[in-house]
């Protein structure tokens, strides 16, 4: 199974609202990433874990806010978002200790925030 | 200043033209990949470069690794429509990964 699903694939949520992307993956990798994208732009880095372990946070503002609860799962806890954070948000999962750490990523969460 | 420069940024050709991206950098890299990204999608793995030099062809897409190790090129032989997308190099060095500033590719029919 070389597949990292995400939910919802759309979301429109208001911004006094609380909502939840999930993201899973069942190939052992051990690292897993959010990414934030705008339209034909490249993935901005939001998160990574490692090993279960949030290890890079890239000044993300607190609105966002990110759980690993396994190995296979990753969630991103939206709350009180503004306009501007409308965005696909993509997750990925790359194995650790390889020379190259590639990315498997998912299919993306289409986030409009009114 | 971004890690990876991609060139060129936007790029619409004709269904059956061949065309070159590039992605430039100052740093040296043991490895660099490139990733194909669809409207709506998120990017696919095309494939990983290690060694300076090298050359790695996936059908019609031909990958070439600098010598130096720190620069990759991607050229395209007889676009097709299904070609259409946003075009990634991407590196991890330092603990991190980056990405390239991306090139999008319309093939138009």
């Known amino acids: 199974d070389t597949e990292v699903t995400q939910t919802p694939k759309h979301l429109v949520m208001g911004m006094t609202n609380k909502k939840s992307l999930k993201c899973e993956q069942h190939m052992g990798h051990r690292a897993m990433y959010w990414y934030k994208q705008k339209a034909k732009k490249p993935p901005e880095l939001m998160f990574v874990y490692s090993y279960e372990k949030l290890s890079i946070n890239e000044s993300v503002p607190s609105r966002f806010s990110p759980e690993c609860p396994n190995s296979s799962l990753l969630n991103l806890h939206l709350h009180a978002l503004q306009p501007e954070d409308s965005a696909l948000y993509l997750c990925?999962?790359?194995?650790?200790?390889?020379?190259?750490?590639?990315?498997?990523f998912g299919p993306g969460t289409r986030l409009t925030v009114t | 200043t971004q890690l990876l420069e991609q060139s060129p940024q936007f790029l619409s050709i004709q269904e059956g033209e061949n065309l070159t991206v590039y992605c430039n950098s100052s740093?040296?890299?043991?490895?660099l990949q490139w990733y194909r990204q669809e409207p709506g999608e998120g990017p696919v793995l095309l494939v990983t470069?290690?060694?300076?030099?090298e050359v790695k062809k996936l059908k019609r897409l031909t990958f070439q690794f600098g010598d130096a190790r720190k620069d990759s090129s991607l050229h395209i032989t007889a676009a097709q429509p299904g070609d259409t997308g946003l075009y990634l190099c991407?590196?991890?060095?330092?603990?991190?990964?980056?990405f390239g500033t991306g090139t999008s590719l319309t093939v138009i029919p």
């Open positions: 470069v290690v060694t300076g030099g």
């Open positions: 990925a999962s790359s194995p650790l200790g390889t020379r190259s750490y590639e990315q498997y």
């Open positions: 991407a590196v991890h060095t330092g603990n991190q990964f980056y």
């Open positions: 740093s040296v890299f043991s490895s």
